[in-house]
């Protein structure tokens, strides 16, 4: 007879995973509302006090959030560039990413490195596209000319060579609209268009569909912070409720499994937090070290620990947002003496490399190692799966979700045998 009920019980589970999978595309946005809400819970709990109301408690809770917020916000502000220091950054960034571009994929003799540049040359478009100076910024630019103003206050004549060469080259884009074409220069400093594939006319009806699909997509988002507010308002209402449709004969099986979910998610959590805060201070110190500008190197450290977060993917995009920097920096004091330019790239990688190497060897066995003691063939498959069903959402809670099914697993199995159920 417990046999039999044991198997209704997975029956029951078989089904109910059958039924999530048919509305599979609400996963991911109930998943991100379910983690902001626990991880909202400790600071909950340090407003619950006996005699004051529940909702009063989170309205509190709330409120220490977004003065603390504030604070941090006011505090990183300073760090941040100004309107004409983000101005130049773009304006560099444009300049020098195709300055690059063209030494390195189009003025080559390499067959090879000519026929990636070709085939990366969408993708760079679409990022030249969003260097592009807007009129406001056009206008800034020239206020930032006037003479009358202080030096710190005005942009110099090498930004302003480079914003004028900016310009130029999309003086000239505008008369070829080839989309697929990449402006280079050639011997004697004259703007060229350099071909890469056939052109390209602009079709409306797929801006249409881009335009709906992106509607659809932040509708059904709105999901994420309506799970997070009821969530938050809970007062373990869903967890007795969920208790009280649980058979008495599995009562304390039930309760094991819910405190040993709650101990795997807070390990996780917890840990993946310190580890991206290590990841994030590594990466500040070697950017320091191979002389990165203090906000330069702040802005990094910070991108390079939230991006951590992601498995395998992450580390990657840390990596390759420190080598872009690299590429089109010009001012850094090293506190090596004999790193130049030149060689800023190259160490630039190191830096990420060894940054990873402390994550791969110390951050993560001793931080996470508790909570996520997973083969690595179970991530990596768990990551590919993920990320052709859900996207970039998918891989980021795959960690957590497989987590999670571990932990009821091996509780499942464990408290069965030991009550003979199985």
């Known amino acids: 007879m417990r046999k039999l009920q044991v198997f209704f019980v997975l029956g029951a589970i078989a089904l109910a995973l059958t039924l999530v999978w048919s509305v599979s595309v609400l996963i991911p946005p109930v998943l991100v509302g379910v983690v902001f809400a626990y991880v909202f819970r400790p600071l909950k709990a340090k407003f619950h006090f006996s005699w004051l109301p529940h909702e009063v408690g989170v309205f509190l809770a709330f409120g220490f959030i977004l003065i603390a917020s504030t604070l941090v916000f006011f505090k990183v502000k300073s760090f941040l560039p100004s309107e004409k220091e983000k101005i130049e950054l ?31 040359a969408p993708a760079f478009q679409s990022v030249s596209s969003l260097l592009e100076i ?31 060469a900016n310009q130029r080259r999309r003086n000239v884009e505008q008369i070829y609209r080839e989309p697929s ?11 060229k268009a350099v071909q890469t594939e056939e052109k390209i006319n602009p079709d409306k009806a797929k801006e249409k569909e881009q335009s709906s699909q992106l509607l659809y997509l932040l509708s059904l988002w709105m999901l994420a912070p309506l ?32 405190d040993r979910l709650d101990e795997a998610i807070g390990l996780y959590l917890r840990g993946t937090a310190m580890e991206c805060l290590l990841v994030a201070l590594s990466t500040f110190i070697g950017s320091l070290v191979i002389g990165l500008p203090f906000s330069a190197a702040v802005l990094l450290s910070m991108v ?35 790193l130049t330019l030149d060689h800023l790239p190259v160490a630039a990688l190191i830096v990420a490399g060894t940054v990873q190497v402390l994550d791969n060897i110390f951050f993560a066995p001793v931080v996470l190692g508790r909570a996520v ?26 960690i957590p979700t497989v987590v999670v099914v571990k932990t009821i697993v091996h509780t499942l199995i464990t408290q069965l045998k030991a009550y003979r159920l199985i």
């Open 90 to 120: 773009k304006i560099r960034l444009d300049y020098r990413l195709h300055k690059k571009y063209s030494e390195i994929f189009i003025d080559t003799q390499s067959s090879f490195l000519s026929s990636i540049g070709k085939e990366i």
């Open 134 to 164: 807007t009129p406001y910024e056009q206008d800034k630019v020239e206020k930032f000319r006037l003479s009358h103003l202080k030096k710190k206050q005005r942009i110099s004549d090498r930004y302003y060579e480079y914003y004028m």
């Open 181 to 191: 074409a990449v402006l280079t220069f050639d011997e004697n400093g004259e703007m």
């Open 227 to 258: 799970v997070f507010i009821f969530l938050i308002f809970d007062n373990g209402q869903i967890r007795r409720f969920l208790v009280k449709l649980v058979p008495n004969s599995y009562f304390e099986l039930t309760l094991t499994l819910i």
């Open 304 to 338: 390079c620990g939230a991006l951590n977060a992601v498995p395998f993917l992450g580390p990657m995009l840390g990596g390759l947002a420190l080598l872009s920097y690299a590429l089109i920096a010009e001012d850094i004091h090293p506190l090596l003496p004999f």
């Open 373 to 398: 003691s997973l083969h690595p063939l179970v991530v990596i498959l768990s990551l590919s799966a993920s990320s052709l069903l859900f996207g970039v959402v998918g891989v980021v809670l795959t």
